[in-house]
Structure formats: C-alpha cells, structure tokens
C-alpha cells in the first residue's frame, strides 16, 4: 500500500479526535528543525469549519478493541493500514517545512497489546526528536491499560498528552467500550499529574532537567451517545480541572458511525448545538470563575438551548445586576453578559485615565446588545428603560423568528 | 503645511520631527498618493536618519517601548490616513506618556489601537496560511496580504526553518524575504539580522518541480479527509480562511473537476436547513 493510501485510510480514522491546540509551550529549534510557539498556530480550516494545526493521524487503525461508538472497533469490516514509523516521521517533517503543520498528532488503534502499540508511538516520537532534531509540537495519545514505564518515556518526548475518558460515568463507559475502564483511566492521569508536577519542581532547582508533558494534558467525552445530562457532564469537568489539573476537556459531538441498539440510530444528526454549549461553559469555567453549581443544577441538569450559559445565569440572579462599570472588580465585570476577559481589562485599563461613559463600552469591546440590561455607566443605564429578566428573556431569545408577514 | 514623504519610515518620523520644530503639520502623506490642493500648501520632506532617529528615541523615551512597536505596526499597514492616525497618536502620547495607551476609547487612540490589531491579526494568520514549496534546493513562499506584513515573518520562520534555504514573496508589493540558510558565522548573531527585505519581482510558481506535486498530493488529500461531512459547516471555514488567501494555499488548489463544482456536490449530498438571512425581505 503506498503511502497516500495509507495517508487517506489512517486521517479519515483519525477524524474524530477533536484536540488539536498547539498552544501552552514555547521550544527553541536548538540546530534542527522547527519550535514551538505558547500561543498555537492553526494552520487551516477544512470544510466542517474545524481547524487544522497538527497532523491528526493514526499510526494503525487495527484495532482489538471492539467499542461501540467507534469507526475503528474490530467487528467493523472497513480497509486496514498502519504506518510504519519511519514513514510517520518523514510525512511529519516534510509537512511540518512546508508549513502546512504546527506538529504532530498521534494517536492510533491499540495493535496486538497496549504496550506493543505504545513502544511503537515511542518509536516515532524518538526519530522525530532524536534523528529530525523535530522541535516542533507533539501531542500522543496515551494508550489506556500500557505500563506506566512506557508512557513516561513518552512523555519525556512529547508536549501534550490525553488519556481520552470518552463518558462522563463509569456505567455509560460499560455500555459503550466494555474493555475500557474509568479507574484505570483516572490512574493514567494521576499519574501523569504527579510526573508533571514533579518535573516542574525539579526544573525550578536545576535548569537542564528534563521537561515531561510541558503542555499539560487533555482529555475528550463523546456527547449525546448516551443520556447522561450535563450535569452529570460539567460536573465530571470540574473534577477533571481540579483533581488532575487538566489543560483541556474536549467535547465531541457524537457522529454516529456504527449501527448498535446501544447508540443513537445511524441518522441522528450530531448534537452541535448541545457541543457548543458545553464549550461555552467550559470557557466559563475556566476564564470567568463559574463553578459547575452555577451553571447547571439538579433542577435544571442541561443547559438551556435558546440562551448561552452565561445569560441564563445572569437572567436567573436578578440580584446581581446593574453592576456598575466604573466601580465593579474585575470578577463582577466578567458576570457580564457581553462582557469578557479582553473588554473587562480594557474598561479597567482606561478607568485609570478616564470613566467610562455608554458610548464607548463598544469601543472597549463590549457587547452592547447583551450588556446593556445589565450596566450602568457613571450611574447611567444604557438600555431605555430597565427590564425584568423575562422581558429581556423575550429580546434575546424570541419566541419563534421573527417572519416577514404576507401582504395577502 | 502638508509634508510629503518617500514612504519609508525614517521619512515619516522625519516629518513628525518637522512637525515639532519647524512648522505643524495640517497632515503627511507618501509623496507618490498625494493629490495637491488649493487650500494646504505642501512640501516635500527628505528623509534624514538621523532627525528620524531623534523622533524614534524620543517616542521610546516620552511614552513606551509599546506605543514605538504600536507606531511601527500603523506604519506598515494599508490604511490610506494611517500617517495622520500616528501623527494624532503621537501628539497624545506626548502629552500623556505611558498613560496613552490605557485611552482605549479616545478618539486618537482607538483607531491606532484596531488598526495594530489587524495588522499583527494578519502577520498571525499568516504564520498559519503561508505555504512553502521546495523548488529543488530552497524553499519558496507566495502570499499577498492586505497589509506589508512581510517584516513581521521574518524571525519566526528563521527560527523555526533554521536549517532551509527560504523566500517568502509578497507579490501584491513585489516585496520578498531572503534568508540563506544556517551558516557558521551567522549561527551566534540574533536571528534579525540572518533575513533581509527586498524587492522582488520574479514569478517562480510556474517553476515548481514535479516532485514537490507528490507531497501537495499528499496535503491535499489529508485535507478532505479530516473533514467530518456531518458537521459540514461552509460559512464557518469562510470565516477562518477568507477567500482571498486561498489562491494561495495548496489545500483549496483541488485538482480536476475544479474546487467549485466540487462545493457544489457536497452541498448537494450534506443539505442543511435554510437559515434565515439577517435582512431577508
């Protein structure tokens, strides 16, 4: 099979995989090729608007496993490939200087054993950073259940790596990936925790220790496979952050692959909507000071739809609000609707030379359409008349939309 | 008086120092745009490096190091009254200092402030979207942003393409970025001085090796293979990849039946429900 072959069968099974930042180190080209930038390139976009930043790719889509939601589980009969690493490795560089990349991704199917697959991911990650002297970004995918001796190598090699939890529950995982297991996972991550925060410690003391994960780990949850609500789902990401400092929760709107009595059916379409809301209140989350209690609670497990996250908090605490802009700390202005963590440093900034009046909240990034029910401005209110939170509920959200009415 | 300089920007801080000690300046304009008037007589300012360097060290001093990069950036920009807009930002700064910058919303401010935005927004973008082709012993980049953003690139990609031979070309300016390669002597001096700007005015896309059409082959076909057709999402690619860069990138260069029909079909295969356009009727 020649390479392109192999390129076409191993990206399109990598597809699903939705982490792809570049960001949170900074590597130096120390006589090879390439470095890293902390604040990520993005290289492309394809057609479903995501963007490209690394070589998404798997090493071998021969899998043993056999998990419900995934294109790549054994009892599927679609073509097979597998790299071998030095191939990976120079499809890697030559994309990489022909900037086409930022690095490289590499995840894969697990291939005979966990610890098979494992030495082999290590094996590319080695030529590219020994042979290639490839300082570029690197993100590997930790295979659950390999020995922990392997993904420590590996993480001596790599800038980011992801045990991927998929479910939220450890019931929903059992129905879905029978082999795989949400403590077993949990380990993984722990253990890349401490390691992480070890070689830190020892960085501090000694400049020439090694650096392991530098870019801190991620993970991803499949949404909409199963019932779980988002409750249960944000709540889950919460711990994540706190318990294992994660840089990143990924979620991944289910696109159903495989006919299964346990999975949505075959035409479902993906819940994007649903995804896009996860991701706001993970932003929140993680910028804006929100707890997970906040946000979602067991009256109301999801999010409501027609509103973003942040407005539904702000509709459901009247209390709160107007929060004087010239006056509130950093942490109030950011409850704003309309208001994020660029404009809330903007108006700080200029309050030291001069007050902010309504007309230049716009000029200072603000949204003004969400914002104003919820400012005031040197004791002025910017909206005409103040309005109660179903009021400005049917503002922003109507009903139905608006339509143009026949003439007959 | 409107004072005319030669575009380049030891010319346009010579004017700005004509402005302080000779005579105000009513505006400065690039000798080459400027319409003469009835009502503002105009002159013609030579560039004197050395006047410049008085105003370069001064606006470093008086107000920051930041608002120095911040004028440098509205400098290289394509905005037709970007002169003016420095010559207003400068005057406040003086008056201000450091300060200046915490002005968000002041009228002499704020457009200094979008107008850097979009430029180093462009010199990012770019840092993604550029393509290198290897030509058989160097490599070889075309681009034509809206603004001259080629001085941005340089360091980034002398660090990251260290060991490569490279030209990054503006076209739209004729402008081009050399840089030569690793060489012992150049290995310890600051990556700023291993590239050099300048002008360029030579085609070399027709001359690409027909070894270099594999790995295209290659980018393309990852390209649309990454792509999920269930959350096919055009309006959202257009906004991350405007049109007018991809003439340039290797991945929107679909071979046969041509990229348009080829939207086409998959518009056809992956409907989406009608949206309601923002001022229909």
Known sequence: MDILAK????????????????SGVSRKNQGGIG?????????TWTSDGRCISLLKILLSNDCIYDCRYCVNRRSNDIP?????PRELAELTIQFYRRNYIEGLFLSTAVERSPDYTMEKMITVLRLLREDYEFNGYIHAKVIPGADPLLVYSAGLLADRMSVNIEQPTEESLRL??????????????QQLKEEIQAHKEARRRFRHAPRFVPAGQSTQMIIGATPDSDLTI????????????????????????????????????????REHRLYQSDWLMRFYHFKAEELVDPQHPNLETDIDPKMAWALRHPEFFPVEVNRASYEELLRVPGIGPKSARRIISQRRVAAVSVDQLKKLGVVFKRAQYFVTCKGVCPAKKTLDPAAIRRIVAPESPITQLSLF | MDYLYDGSFDGLLTCIYHHYYREAATGIYPQSFYQPNLLSPSMVVETDPALADRVYRAIEEKISARALETVYHVYISSAPDKENLILGYIGLGFKMGAKVDHYHSHPAVYPVHRLERKVIGEAHRLLGLLRFADMGGFLYAVMAPDHNVLPLLGDHFA???????WIIHDKKRSLAIIYNGRDSSSCKSPVRSRWYITDFSYNLEDNMPESERRWQRLWQTYFQKVSIESRYNPRLQSRCVPHRYRRYLVEFQIPAPGHDSETEDSRKRFPRTPSIPPHSG
């Open chain 2, 159 to 165: 660090e990251r393409l260290a060991g490569e031979r």
């Open chain 1, 35 to 43: 470095n890293s930038k902390s604040f990520g390139i993005c290289h």
């Open chain 1, 176 to 189: 879905l990936a029978p082999q795989k297991s949400l403590p077993k996972m949990f380990a993984s991550m």
């Open chain 1, 234 to 273: 944000l709540r889950t990401t919460q711990t994540l952050y706190q318990k294992f400092g994660l840089k990143r929760v990924y979620y991944s709107a289910y696109v159903p692959v495989n006919q299964d009595s346990h999975l949505p059916a075959l035409t479902a379409s993906p819940p994007l909507l």
């Open chain 1, 7 to 22: 390129l076409g069968i191993l990206a399109n099974a990598a597809k699903y995989d939705v982490s792809c930042a570049s």
């Open chain 1, 80 to 84: 097979r490939a597998s790299f071998t």
